[in-house]
């Protein structure tokens, strides 16, 4: 039974318990392929001959994710077998990168013998895509590198959580799997590509059994213990923001996904939905975390991803590429998302004076359930805090630490003592 196969309430939440390690193992050596065997020249022909150029470009920025990533998560396997507190977990964790170097082996051949890119060699095929490689992308796995530094010195539970919550939940389950999907389902309409298409079947499968034993690891290690659901918790607060920005498409076109009949919006919403879905079945349900809401509360995931979407957009998430938008659409966006993520205030009452320099004012209520936040001016405010739009956004995303703003004086607050405590976890909100 794969996670997939549980629906209802009461299973779901039993469900890392109907999984075994060893299960898991023997369901590995029965799934064994081979990435050099798979003959890719009806592949090449079809590349060359049934795509448009654009068609081929667009597959080559989407493809060039998943071969960068493969050799990411390829590299950074050993530091979890040595934390893994059971011998069984760690044998089958080594079967993870045996099956990660597969399938790096297959993309790097796909890339080389379809589409010509590199010279044959994973480092020279790793170093042609490099450009390819969009910001929240490259933020993503640059985390996944430092939390394997940190898992190698530091292999307690909570930091073993968190890493296999980077890996197994954030990197393949939220990520990569809705991404498999939408290819795999355009190439299957068109009947294309037939060696990836059956390469990309087996990653599949593969990382399945990966995502599975993720679950189970969580269920066992993390979910029993509080450091480790706030370690969970803290990681995907962290990390979640970048994700809407990985599948950013070159200057915002669109066409980049839709030419293949998928959109952004709908892997979002398949990644949420898988995310979300996953930890439930490890007992660490998003809305039982400890801390601040990590996504918007009160919005079905189809919402939080068109939102989300719409906030790379407007400049709140991903790469700043200049001022972010200040129409009066984009600003109540903005504010709205910002207060169904503001954390409880334990029935303490919080209003907060947002004094733009350059935008009418805004007032946050905290206290009494769901955060308001309206375009108005409170002179009575427990909290004034004056800053220009930008800074605001900046400090909001995350990419303007609040004690620098306060330092350089871009945020200039003004309050009493005792609401100025409550204050610091409002400036550290992501979006």
Known sequence: MSLNDVQSGTTRRRAADLISYEDL?????????????????????????????????????????????EDAVADNLSPYVDAAPLEEQKYFLATEQVDEARHAVFFKRFMHEVCGIGDGTTAGGLEAIRP????????????????????????????????????????????????????????????????????????????????????????????????????????????????????????????????????????????????????????????????????????????????????????????????????????????DTLRRQLPDTNGTSLSVQLAFTDLEPWVLRLGGGMARAEQAREPHADVTLTTSWEDWVDVASGRLDPRRALLTRRLRPRARLSALRLLPSALGVRA
């Open 132 to 335: 390819r490689l969009t910001w929240g992308f490259r933020r993503t796995f640059d985390r996944l590198d430092t939390i394997a530094y940190e898992l190698r010195a530091d292999r307690s539970p909570a930091m073993l959580s968190a890493a296999v919550t980077m890996y197994h939940i954030v990197v393949e389950a939220t990520l990569a799997q809705p991404g498999q999907h939408a290819i795999t389902n355009y190439l299957e309409r068109r009947d294309m590509l037939p060696a990836f298409r059956e390469g990309m079947e087996q990653v599949a499968r593969d990382e399945q059994r990966h995502i599975a034993f993720g679950v189970k690891l969580l269920a066992d290690v993390a979910a029993p213990r509080e450091d480790c659901r706030r370690a969970v918790a803290d990681l995907l607060r962290e990390v979640t923001p970048w994700g809407p920005a990985v599948l950013h498409p070159p200057g915002g076109n669109r066409d980049y996904t839709e030419v293949f009949g998928f959109t952004v919006e709908e892997v979002a919403e398949e990644g949420i939905t898988s995310m979300e879905t996953k930890l439930r079945s490890a007992g660490l349900a998003l809305d039982e975390l400890p801390g601040a809401p990590i996504l918007p509360v009160g919005l079905s995931n189809r919402e939080r991803a068109e939102r989300t979407t719409a906030l790379v957009r407007i400049g709140l998430l991903g790469e700043k590429l200049g001022p972010p938008a200040r129409d009066p659409e984009a600003v109540e966006l903005v504010m």
């Open 25 to 69: 193992y023997a369901r590995w050596e029965q799934g064994n392929w081979s990435a050099t065997e798979l003959d890719f020249t009806e592949d090449a022909r079809q590349w060359r001959e049934e795509l448009t150029e654009f068609e081929r470009t667009a597959a080559l920025w989407n493809y060039a994710l998943f071969f960068w990533g």
